[in-house]
Structures are given as structure tokens and as C-alpha cells.
């Protein structure tokens, strides 16, 4: 059974930072893409940042480049997400993803989701 469990989220002024984590279980992701989304009230779930197991490449949509790093640990099943000079727009659920395919645009496995409140 793989689980994926975010933490770190939480209420922060617009221009401050959070720091997102997920940890991964179940088996090794050994060769596992992972990856963040995140679904504001009202609005469709949306791609924000990946980390491709080949060669470490990061991908990012337009609205987080430059302010967003998303990094992970192999040795510890963890992929994080720094998040710096937020605005109030990137209010919204934020969800890890896991896939065994290295694909940095579709992913088999979802966390929960951590919730993530800039306020103006």
C-alpha cells in the first residue's frame, strides 16, 4: 500500500515562506517521479512543481517558477517543496504525487493534501 503524507502546511502573510514535505511509504521510489499540485475553492486541480527520479529534472508551471524549489531525499522517500515570496493567490490545497513511470505529468499516486493560507 503506498501512502504519501504532506505536512507543513499552514497560515502565513503574503511575501513569507513555507517549506512543504512529503513522505513517502509503502516501497522504495526507487525510479518514481514526484510531484505537487494544489486545488484552490472553485478551481480545478492544477500542476505546480515535479522532480523526475532520472537525473533530478525539476519542472515548474509558470505561476511558482522562481519562487518555488522542489527538491527530494531517495535515501529518505521524501519530496519537499520551498515555497518563498507567496501570495495570497497560491492559497489553496497543496498534494503530493508519486508515479512509477517517471512521468512529470501523470501521476497513479495522491497524498491528502495540506492546506496553505496567505493572507493579504
Known amino acids: 500500500q503506498v501512502q504519501l503524507v504532506e505536512s507543513g502546511g499552514g497560515l502565513v502573510q503574503a511575501g513569507g515562506s513555507l517549506r512543504l514535505s512529503c513522505a513517502a511509504s509503502?516501497?522504495?521510489?526507487?525510479?518514481?517521479?514526484m510531484g505537487w499540485f494544489r486545488q484552490a475553492p472553485g478551481k480545478e486541480r492544477e500542476f505546480v512543481a515535479a522532480?523526475?527520479?532520472?537525473?533530478?529534472?525539476?519542472y515548474y508551471s509558470d505561476s511558482v517558477r522562481g519562487r518555488f524549489t522542489v527538491s527530494r531525499d531517495n535515501a529518505k522517500n521524501t519530496v519537499s517543496v520551498q515555497m518563498n515570496s507567496l501570495k495570497p493567490e497560491d492559497t489553496a490545497v497543496y498534494y503530493c504525487?508519486?508515479?512509477?513511470?517517471?512521468?512529470?505529468?501523470?501521476?497513479?499516486?495522491w497524498g491528502q493534501g495540506t492546506q496553505v493560507t496567505v493572507s493579504s
Open positions: 522532480i523526475r527520479w532520472s537525473g533530478g529534472r525539476t
Open positions: 504525487a508519486a508515479d512509477p513511470r517517471d512521468r512529470w505529468d501523470e501521476y497513479t499516486y
Open positions: 509503502g516501497r522504495t521510489f526507487s525510479g518514481y517521479a
